[in-house]
């Protein structure tokens, strides 16, 4: 039988791609988003794809939406937290309600959806974790200590879970994307995006399925001995 996977924001951009991928690989893939209805149905109608609404940042609403996907699909062999937000300002205009935002999100939405579904994996003695970072995760980026901090956060979450789960087939490891061609990177004003890609030596933004693929990779039923890394995919922008 296809193992059953999650993908928070699994509707748009890097998720849809990831959400595409894991149905290619034979699994019952369960594509999570938060409020957008309209690009979640056109999703749907054209990948079969089903999704499910909820805030990734609601512990309570992370534990209903798991347990009705377990409902509907079966256990939970596969988490990809893939969901996140910007709210790129300076440290001057950095109001805290957009420090808690993005930090709730990005990196609290990663507790919530593990702890929903870390236990069932260690008891049945297999499961996936994959949480998506980011190169400005890495290195840091102007204008964005809530999305660096939060980002960075998930590295030290990664390496941290990776422990706890080992002994019991659990494997769980970050991807660090660089610029990805989403609707997220499309809000980067045109001037700042072209000196982004000049920085980046292969010269061009990444597409969603090529971090698609390394999430294949990691989810793969053979990679059990990867556990607590991180892979960067980043066109040679950050390497370290
Ligand atoms: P998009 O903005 O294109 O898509 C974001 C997805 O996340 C949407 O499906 C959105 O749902 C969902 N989402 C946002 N907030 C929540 C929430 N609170 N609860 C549930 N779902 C939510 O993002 P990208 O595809 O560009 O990015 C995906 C991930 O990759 C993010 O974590 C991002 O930080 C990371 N990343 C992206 C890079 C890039 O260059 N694009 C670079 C490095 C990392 P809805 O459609 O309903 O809004």
């Given at each position: 039988?296809?193992?059953?996977?999650?993908?928070?924001?699994?509707?748009?951009?890097?998720?849809?791609?990831?959400?595409?991928?894991?149905?290619?690989?034979?699994?019952?893939?369960?594509?999570?988003?938060?409020?957008?209805?309209?690009?979640?149905r056109?999703?749907?109608?054209?990948?079969?794809?089903?999704?499910?609404?909820?805030?990734?940042?609601?512990?309570?609403?992370?534990?209903?939406?798991?347990k009705?996907?377990?409902?509907?699909?079966?256990?939970?062999?596969?988490?990809?937290?893939?969901?996140?937000?910007?709210?790129?300002?300076?440290?001057?205009?950095?109001?805290?309600?957009?420090?808690?935002?993005?930090?709730?999100?990005?990196?609290?939405?990663?507790?919530?959806?593990?702890?929903?579904?870390?236990?069932?994996?260690?008891?049945?003695?297999?499961g996936?974790?994959?949480?998506?970072?980011?190169?400005?995760?890495?290195?840091?980026?102007?204008?964005?200590?809530?999305?660096?901090?939060?980002?960075?956060?998930?590295?030290?979450?990664?390496?941290?879970?990776?422990?706890?789960?080992?002994?019991?087939?659990?494997?769980?490891?970050?991807?660090?994307?660089?610029?990805?061609?989403?609707?997220?990177?499309?809000?980067?004003?045109?001037?700042?995006?072209?000196k982004?890609?000049?920085?980046?030596?292969?010269?061009?933004?990444?597409?969603?399925?090529?971090?698609?693929?390394?999430?294949?990779?990691?989810?793969g039923?053979e990679?059990?001995?990867?556990?607590?890394?991180?892979?960067?995919?980043?066109?040679?922008?950050?390497?370290?």
């Amino acid at each position: 039988m296809g193992r059953v996977a999650i993908v928070t924001g699994g509707t748009r951009g890097i998720g849809e791609a990831i959400s595409m991928a894991l149905r290619d690989e034979g699994m019952t893939v369960a594509a999570n988003y938060a409020g957008n209805d309209e690009r979640a149905r056109e999703f749907t109608e054209r990948t079969g794809i089903k999704a499910y609404k909820w805030d990734v940042s609601d512990y309570d609403a992370c534990q209903q939406g798991v347990k009705q996907i377990e409902a509907e699909l079966g256990p939970v062999d596969v988490l990809v937290n893939n969901a996140g937000i910007t709210r790129d300002t300076t440290m001057k205009r950095m109001d805290h309600q957009k420090w808690q935002e993005v930090i709730d999100t990005n990196l609290g939405g990663c507790f919530n959806m593990a702890k929903a579904v870390f236990e069932g994996m260690q008891s049945r003695g297999y499961g996936r974790i994959v949480n998506i970072g980011s190169i400005n995760g890495q290195a840091g980026q102007y204008g964005q200590v809530n999305y660096a901090a939060a980002k960075s956060g998930i590295h030290g979450f990664t390496k941290a879970l990776a422990q706890e789960g080992a002994r019991n087939g659990v494997t769980v490891n970050a991807i660090a994307p660089g610029y990805i061609d989403t609707d997220m990177v499309a809000a980067v004003p045109e001037e700042v995006l072209g000196k982004i890609i000049a920085k980046i030596p292969v010269n061009r933004l990444g597409k969603a399925s090529e971090i698609a693929r390394g999430v294949t990779f990691l989810v793969g039923e053979e990679a059990g001995f990867v556990t607590g890394s991180t892979l960067s995919i980043n066109g040679g922008q950050h390497m370290y």
